[in-house]
């Protein structure tokens, strides 16, 4: 829901000294846990939920599509971005996961803005991260 605070998970161990992060040490060799168990208590990265809507997946913006990561990579003569082609490059990827038939209809899709936070509270401004996910029906 809008202004909650989420707390990022991660592969995390726990030693002695207190949790400890795989992304900080990928060849640190330790008794893992995935992600999906990480308890809030462990979290060091929080985001704030700034924005929820709803949009048709086709009025994705050339400026969504490059706040989703996309930048217009291998559609002209070379290997450097172009960011005039990111929503042709979102478009091909959103078509390679859910089909066509997805595009065409022009499903609704959820728009979810968060914000990063520290501490799980809103005071710390760190910068946004856009994610957008099919929309339930």
Known sequence: QLWDILWIRETWALSESGPIYAADDPFLVGHWKPSIHML??????????TIVGAQRI???????????GFEGRGYHSSDSHD????????????????GT??????DRVWIIE??????????????????????LR
């Open 83 to 98: 960011p005039r082609w990111a929503r042709q490059e979102f478009k091909d990827f959103w078509t390679s996961k859910y």
């Open 114 to 135: 968060f914000k990063k936070v520290d501490s799980g509270g809103p005071e710390s401004e760190k910068g946004e991260v856009r994610r957008q996910a099919p929309a």
């Open 40 to 49: 809030r208590k462990y979290a060091r990265n929080f985001a704030e939920v």
């Open 58 to 68: 086709r009025n994705i913006s050339e400026q969504d599509a490059i706040a989703e």
């Open 101 to 106: 038939l997805s595009w065409k209809r022009n």
